[in-house]
């Protein structure tokens, strides 16, 4: 079995697949009278076919555990889709590189507390992976009509490690 | 001075100003082999003109305390806008209706630790207003050409009690 090391999630480690969504090295400046820090477009939200909108839902997920055994990973064509937690705990971010229409290889991510994904459309990544208990997130993605979802699943699983 | 109590935000007192973001009541289905649980589409993203796209960006805003003083308020006639607290804390929320193209008198909301608002366009609303502490709110909005920002300052302020 095919082991994959979880990195710290940064910016340029994950710039291939999407945004990080967080504060710091953020555009910012002040609104409302100097009262409140606007952290400004830290994601794009992309919405591709006709008759598509941007959605703002909350999951709610189970957690895993490390090493986590990793089979499928999923990708939506169509949309953006963006994870942000609305706790302060960490989760694990998978995602791999598209090679001719199918994963290659998996990456995994630690995402620290304060810190959110953004997958741009077509970028293969797991389902949530909360580590520390059931986690909410909040999510913002595309609906609409059209086929945005494309599941993979690899013929022998990852174990992607802390 | 004119008084306006806050009262508890609903789904229904907030209809006709937008979405309360929140779990309780809302759709919701298993995704991820049962391990989430999708609670969907509990606001809609609207942004309107041409080259108009929606981004997530992310407030941090100082703290108020009750009695607040009210005086200005804004809106956005381009697009939607949400604030979802990351941290489960309560926040005040003004909205007011618009009569003839000025607000009216305001409405008060206290939103419940794990409540968020979406203010759909052209909503008369108040600034970022969280009660315990500094507030960091995820924040969906429009971004493009265009003047989307309205500001109007009541002549005399408002006085919101909790």
Do not use: K
Request: glycine residues 10%; hydrophobic residues 45%.
């Amino acid at each position: 079995m095919s082991e994959v090391a979880a990195q710290p999630l940064s910016a340029a480690a994950f710039a291939s697949f999407g945004e990080v969504i967080e504060t710091p090295g953020a555009v910012h400046y002040p609104i409302n009278d100097g009262r409140c820090i606007r952290h400004h477009a830290l994601a794009q939200v992309e919405t591709l076919g006709a008759d598509a909108s941007a959605l703002i839902s909350i999951f709610v997920s189970q957690p895993v555990r490390l090493p986590y055994a990793l089979s499928l990973v999923e990708r939506h064509p169509l949309g953006s889709q963006a994870f942000m937690p609305l706790q302060d705990d960490p989760f694990l971010v998978i995602v791999a590189p598209d090679e001719g229409g199918a994963p290659g290889a998996p990456l995994a991510f630690l995402a620290a507390p304060g810190q959110g994904v953004n997958y741009r459309p077509g970028v293969w990544h797991g389902v949530l992976t909360p580590l520390a208990r059931e986690g909410r997130f909040l999510v913002v993605d595309r609906g609409g009509a059209g086929a945005n979802l494309e599941e993979f699943r690899y013929a022998a699983p990852w174990t992607v490690t802390g």
